[in-house]
């Protein structure tokens, strides 16, 4: 939920290292861990929400009927490197005209 985080779990045995005074091997070590770990959080979470989704979200738009499906958009946000093209522009255009109260696509 919202009041879930991702990172500072991960990375709290660097920063106490940090904190501590540890030394550069063994801070940057764990800056390493910290990181796959958050990796693998990061994606276990979006599995989580793409389940979430499918099953429960799916379902409630289509017991809404045919107009709710039709509201959902998708976007591909694959490539990190067309993430403004392929993600922020579309969707920043449909809440443009949704605000406006014009046809979305």
Excluded: C
């Amino acid at each position: 939920g919202i009041w879930q985080t991702i990172g500072y779990k991960q990375f709290e045995p660097y920063l106490n290292a940090l904190e501590a005074g540890a030394d550069a091997t063994e801070t940057e070590k764990l800056k390493l861990s910290g990181l796959e770990d958050m990796k693998t959080a990061t994606r276990r979470y979006a599995n989580y929400q793409t389940k979430w989704i499918r099953i429960k979200q799916m379902r409630r738009l289509q017991d809404e009927g045919p107009e709710a499906v039709s509201s959902l958009y998708l976007v591909d946000s694959t490539d990190v490197s067309r993430f403004q093209t392929n993600v922020v522009d579309p969707a920043a255009k449909l809440t443009e005209l949704f605000l406006k109260g014009e046809q979305r696509p």
